[in-house]
């Protein structure tokens, strides 16, 4: 399970080495969870498979 939260998904990528290893371990990942809509964006991007996404808003439940 991989879990995206800001600047791990937002910079890092770009990053030569590491943006690499990110978007292999995105492509990899059996689960992922994201903290917001435009991080799961990002993630699908760098290659995550947004079926196996789920969106936690910043990992609070909101009750209806």
């Known amino acids: 399970i991989i879990t995206g939260r800001g600047e791990d998904i937002a910079c890092h990528p770009d990053l030569p080495i590491i943006g690499k290893q990110i978007r ?6 059996t689960q992922l969870i994201a903290v917001s ?5 990002r993630m699908a991007r760098l290659g995550a498979d947004p079926a196996r996404t789920a969106i936690l808003d910043n990992l609070v439940v909101r009750r209806s």
């Open 37 to 41: 809509d435009e991080i799961g964006e």
């Open 24 to 29: 292999f371990a995105l492509q990899q990942a």
